[in-house]
């Protein structure tokens, strides 16, 4: 249990928060245990002005302040006892943020007083006053929200881009100076221009919630880049702003969502509501510990301790009522007032755990989420798991949620390096992995080769083991198990074969991905060869290793080009995205008669379908999928023949007939153009597959 007694839920959280009206701002703080409350108005120099705060019976304290406006900054300084075997870590010296403040200024300087406790004494209160060592809240006027997208994209149509919004223009050379790195940056028609052209329908931002550093990082000269430290769950990162962070962050992201909707593309956050950037008791008190250590954090049976199922010190208490209404007001305020399309939630079942930190599928969080009129409309992503017991949740969200599939970014990388028994699980991957979820669509599977954790695809097919080193841990940080092959060579070298194999392993990569039903989704750069240089655990690089360097597009524009293509047909044909699984259905004519073909078939070279003895083949590296229409108004050239060869040397493959096909077309490949025939394949014909390729046929 976390919790001894219960506490007081907020009567009306839309009172929370600072909100300008009636001449003034009315501020509002849920903060149940604490004994006094004082809201305190910073001035440009840093003056505090003090004003006390009234205790409703609810557990919100709040104030109408006359004159008080727009720009203007604000902290808490709340009271309470100091008693941390109950959980209660009270500290008035500590300036602390709204958790509802809509946006953040300044930062935290790492060698003051941030801690509520002496540095060599967890447990003993430290008196100093941390006013001008910490970030601020900042009241923000009401504003309408952005151009909403004309047509929401169905799941099934979605391709997810994952970026990070500073890195991925830090270096565009298109992009103003001052702009590169701002949600400005992101939202320049040269940087949409690429999204859309490249056939994404949707950008799924690395953490844009106001974050903080680390303080083990800032000690090492580092930060924490990717934004997985969030302390305001309501405010647009500042530092991502090119023109101010008195709430011009504000009007900057919603214009930056404006642009990206103007051009089709919808704006998913990587949201961290699991943890927050407060880390462990012994860590820094910024806010949500300083307001109410036991209510808003998960704690050990001593109330001492924070209990961790994270990795980062703490784990945010959803079973608490309060907390869980926090999390549920942000995502509305970020669809509703920010724009915002859909979530994907990191390490997400630390908020299905219960007050005895077992996971719960119906906990109440899921149950908001599916009733709410909101939240039930967006687009709903689950990185499904956590570090706890039993954190691993694959398959287990049921309707109205997809997931981040781990197995097909195991196994794809597994089949490509010749690391895999035969190709059973590889047809599971290709068709949306019914293996895991088979009750819901392949939509529900998120699939990915690479994300912004691990190497980049070039740096796939790179490196054999990780190289840390500029993260100053000994490269002892980051994965071993990578499942990653350097094609001969570890690191960059001038090998011409090398290159070359490189080359077309990265597109047979982005390849599988794109032709498998399911949600793609592309890590930013990957298009166009980015590297990271053998980092596998980026992020506290805010540097060149990180950030996506746009001069390589030249070099690796073979890898652009088919990435381009494979996404204009997965537009274009409904078969590569379909709705249901299929399962081999008989595919009929208008009157109603058997076609001799089906709507999924399996060729393993043979000009029948694979056997029993093909599919238990542990040697076996070449499948071939042959996918169609079931509609019967459909014409028969809305069918493909994918072939996936995963063997060194090249392999013949005969081209099935009869009802299958007349003739085939190569449409897409990895394999250098001079390698595949240009003109019509006879149905019946032997086609040579290069070794390690991806060939893609179309039926006519």
């Not at 166009?528 to 992020?539: E, F, M, P, S, V």
């Amino acid at each position: 249990m976390t919790t001894s007694t219960a506490l007081p839920v907020p009567a009306d959280t839309s009172l929370l928060g600072a909100h300008v009206r009636d001449g003034g701002t009315t501020f509002g703080l849920w903060a149940p245990r604490a004994t006094r409350v004082e809201l305190a108005l910073v001035d440009e120099d840093r003056r505090q002005t003090n004003v006390d705060l009234a205790l409703g019976a609810d557990g919100v304290w709040s104030a109408h302040v006359p004159g008080i406006g727009a720009e203007q900054r604000y902290g808490y300084r709340v009271h309470g006892p100091w008693d941390p075997a109950s959980g209660a870590r009270f500290n008035p010296a500590k300036l602390l943020l709204d958790p509802y403040a809509r946006a953040v200024t300044g930062g935290v300087d790492y060698s003051g007083p941030i801690l509520d406790h002496l540095p060599d004494a967890n447990f003993v209160p430290d008196a100093t006053d941390s006013f001008a060592s910490v970030p601020l809240s900042v009241v923000v006027a009401d504003s309408p929200p952005p151009t909403p997208i004309a047509e929401p994209v169905p799941l099934e149509r979605s391709v997810i881009y994952e970026l990070h919004v500073k890195g991925f223009t830090r270096l565009h050379p298109a992009v103003p100076e001052h702009l590169r790195g701002s949600y400005a940056g992101l939202a320049y028609p040269a940087v949409v221009q690429h999204l859309a052209d490249l056939g994404v329908t949707a950008v799924e931002l690395l953490p844009v919630h106001q974050f903080v550093s680390e303080p083990f990082l800032i000690s090492r000269g580092l930060s924490n880049y990717w934004g997985y430290n969030t302390l305001g769950y309501f405010a647009p990162h500042s530092a991502f702003g090119s023109v101010g962070t008195l709430g011009q962050q504000v009007r900057e992201f919603k214009e930056m969502v404006s642009a990206l909707h103007e051009a089709g593309i919808e704006v998913i956050l990587d949201v961290v509501y699991n943890h927050t950037g407060e880390g462990g008791h012994e860590g820094p008190t910024l806010a949500f510990r300083g307001l109410d250590h036991l209510g808003y954090y998960r704690l050990t049976d001593d109330q001492r301790d924070d209990y961790d199922v994270t990795g980062c010190g703490n784990s945010v208490d959803t079973s608490e009522p309060g907390v869980l209404r926090l999390v549920l007001d942000s995502l509305r305020y970020w669809v509703t007032e920010m724009g915002v399309d859909g979530f994907r939630f990191d390490l997400v079942t630390t908020l299905l755990r219960d007050e005895q930190h077992h996971v719960d599928q119906e906990h109440p969080f899921k149950v908001a989420l599916r009733e709410d009129p909101v939240l039930s409309r967006v687009k709903l992503i689950a990185e499904p798991w956590d570090m706890g017991p039993y954190g691993y949740q694959v398959g287990a969200f049921g309707e109205g949620w997809s997931e981040w599939n781990d197995r097909f970014r195991n196994y794809v990388r597994d089949f490509w390096r010749g690391a895999t028994h035969g190709v059973a699980e590889l047809a599971q991957r290709l068709v949306g992995s019914p293996d895991i979820f088979a009750e819901r669509a392949p939509e529900a599977s998120v699939n990915f080769v690479t994300a912004h954790d691990g190497f980049t695809l070039r740096d796939l097919v790179t490196y054999d083991v990780k190289h840390n080193g500029a993260n100053g841990e000994s490269n002892r940080d980051g994965t071993d198990d990578n499942r990653s092959w350097n094609c001969g060579v570890e690191g960059e070298t001038e090998d011409g074969h090398v290159v070359t194999l490189r080359h077309r392993q990265a597109q047979n990569l982005m390849a599988t991905l794109l032709l498998s039903n399911g949600v793609p989704m592309i890590t930013a750069g990957d298009e166009l060869g980015r590297t990271q240089q053998g980092n596998n655990n980026a992020y506290c690089q805010d540097s060149p290793i990180s950030w996506l360097h746009w001069d390589t597009a030249q070099q690796w524009g073979d890898l652009t080009d088919l990435t381009r293509r494979l996404l204009q047909l997965r537009a274009e044909h409904p078969v590569f995205r379909r709705t249901a699984y299929r399962h081999g259905e008989p595919l009929l004519d208008p009157t109603g008669r058997s076609t001799g073909r089906k709507n999924l078939a399996w060729f393993g070279g043979a000009p029948h379908e694979m056997t029993a003895d093909d599919w238990h083949d542990g040697s076996r590296r070449t499948l071939g999928i042959y996918l169609a229409e079931d509609a019967p108004d459909r014409e028969q050239d809305a069918a493909f023949l994918i072939w996936l060869h995963a063997g060194a040397e090249a392999t013949r493959v005969a081209l099935p007939d009869g009802p299958w096909a007349h003739t085939y077309t190569v449409v897409a490949s990895s394999a250098q153009e001079h390698e595949l025939p240009g003109d019509k394949l006879a149905a019946g014909s032997t086609l040579e597959l290069p070794g390690r390729c991806v060939v893609v046929l179309q039926v006519d």
